[in-house]
């Protein structure tokens, strides 16, 4: 690798409902220090973005920028992989169409690739709120909101797998392991795909994925996310995609306790977040009885998630229980219930 290694930025959208926050990112892509960086922009499903995006991206003077069209297959790693087949990169970089970076953040990524060791590396995201009354929601679940602090983690160390929202590789990964997979993912497969490459590249390699702290982004957190259904679908996916992960995972990863991080939220939730629940029902009452009702929910739809058969899909990818988990969702929920509040009080 050169001493400035040209890193290469793949960003992936398909909606002009996210160009606020396209044009917020670019921003600070151009702010940068590092100053070796091309961005590959791939967009599908809408013209009227990749021209918009491309208009912003030459009026700003966003430097090395290319707006690509995905028109073959649809989904986020297909849209990543015409990203990654134009990039020129010794690093290629992915991140989400709603964060922002922090200004050493380009800096800090090539510099995190210091010995031949690492594959890959993610770092930290932090919320940044539509409205700031939505800080009362728990770190505990910052996972649903693609954010980090959730993990309690401040030092470089070693991780099971990247996070989309913030993580590069080396460009080697992708001719060792080729792509990413489009039939895995959010409402697509088993389990996410950065999980799945993340695994698949481990495997391929016997390198290791890295987790540095300094690698900062703001990830934008609209209402939406804090809405009841958003957070039940969440939950209920990582749950699934959990079960499947421990299904597919290698056995090298099995020996390592791939869930390991999972245990130790679980045991924050119980000695931290829920004694924290039962101090601010006497001064903030409101907050206390939302953070209980978010605590559970997550945690009945992560359970549910994990156990098969409870729910069904319609052809418009909504999420609807089946008729053979009625009884035994209602049975989990009245048990979570008075088990959550027998735990408070």
């Not at 930025?9 to 070796?36: C, G, N």
């Not at 992708?174 to 993340?198: I, R, V």
């Not at 052809?315 to 035994?328: F, Y």
Request: aromatic share 14%; proline share 4%; glycine share 4%.
């Amino acid at each position: 690798m050169t001493e400035q290694p040209l890193l290469s930025i793949v960003i992936t959208s398909y909606t002009t409902d996210r160009l606020k926050d396209i044009f917020e990112l670019l921003d600070s892509i151009k702010a940068q220090a590092y100053p070796r960086i091309e961005t590959n922009f791939v967009v599908e499903r809408s013209v009227e973005l990749l021209d918009k995006v491309k208009a912003y991206a030459m009026s700003n003077n966003i430097p090395n920028f290319k707006a690509l069209f995905n028109d073959g297959e649809s989904g986020l790693s297909a849209a990543r992989n015409v990203g990654i087949k134009q990039a020129q990169g010794d690093i290629i970089a992915f991140v989400d169409d709603d964060v922002v970076l922090f200004p050493d953040w380009a800096e800090q990524m090539v510099k995190a690739y210091n010995n031949d060791s690492i594959i890959g590396v993610t770092g930290p995201a932090f919320p940044s709120w539509e409205d700031p009354s939505m800080s009362w929601f728990p770190e505990e679940f910052y996972w649903i909101i693609s954010c980090t602090a959730w993990t309690g983690w401040k030092e470089v160390r070693e991780v099971r797998n990247a996070w989309g929202h913030s993580m590069s590789f080396r460009k080697d990964a992708f001719e060792q392991a080729e792509l990413f997979l489009n039939n895995y993912g959010y409402h697509k497969g088993p389990t996410a795909e950065d999980n799945e490459f993340s695994f698949r590249i481990k495997t391929i390699t016997g390198k290791k994925l890295y987790y540095y702290p300094d690698i900062k982004v703001w990830h934008k957190v609209h209402k939406y996310r804090l809405s009841t259904e958003f957070i039940k679908e969440r939950s209920y996916w990582i749950g699934y995609s959990r079960r499947m992960l421990k299904k597919a995972c290698t056995k090298i990863e099995k020996d390592q306790n791939i869930f390991q991080q999972e245990c130790d939220l679980l045991k924050r939730i119980l000695k931290k977040l829920l004694p924290s629940i039962i101090k601010t029902f006497f001064t903030h009452p409101v907050t206390a009885w939302r953070q209980l009702k978010i605590t559970v929910i997550v945690l009945t739809f992560v359970a549910l998630g994990y156990l098969p058969h409870f729910f069904t899909r319609s052809r418009s990818n909504k999420l609807s229980i089946s008729a053979k988990g009625v009884s035994v969702w209602s049975n989990i929920l009245l048990l979570a219930v008075p088990a959550l509040l027998a735990a408070i009080w």
